[in-house]
């Protein structure tokens, strides 16, 4: 059980910090730099900060399905994923989106019955 926990404080401490570093790092570098000046055309570069976090995402909750029995307890995920990904499509704000992936994920897991 040690482990689990330290393994999931790794694992937001490592969100914490990326995503520290995708939102300061632009306002640390000087305007004359190449790299900021890539980073604001949408050269490659611009695409690493949400992929790392895509990434990081995938690594918590990957495990978590792969340990799931049952339907009941597949269909929290599945809907509040889907109920995430159609959240951004329609609105595009991530943060909008994360927040109805979460209500859905926990009104579908009480309807399940999961977990309490």
């Known amino acids: 059980m040690i482990g689990g926990e330290l393994g999931f404080w790794g694992a937001v401490i490592a969100m914490a910090v ?3 570093l995708t939102r300061a790092l632009p306002f640390m570098l000087s305007n004359r730099s190449r790299l900021r000046r890539r980073l604001a055309e ?3 570069l611009a695409a690493l900060g949400p992929a790392l976090l895509a ?3 995938a690594a ?3 495990p978590d399905i792969l340990a ?3 339907l009941s307890q597949f269909l929290p ?4 994923l889907l109920a995430t990904a159609l959240s951004v499509r329609r609105w595009g704000n991530s943060g909008l989106a994360v927040i109805i992936g979460v209500v859905v994920y926990g009104g579908l897991l009480m309807l399940a019955g999961v977990g309490g």
Request: aromatic residues 10%; without cysteine.
């Open 18 to 20: 990326i995503t520290y």
């Open 42 to 44: 949408g050269a490659s």
């Open 55 to 57: 990434g990081i995402a």
């Open 60 to 62: 918590v909750i990957v």
């Open 68 to 70: 799931l029995q049952g």
């Open 77 to 80: 995920y599945a809907g509040g």
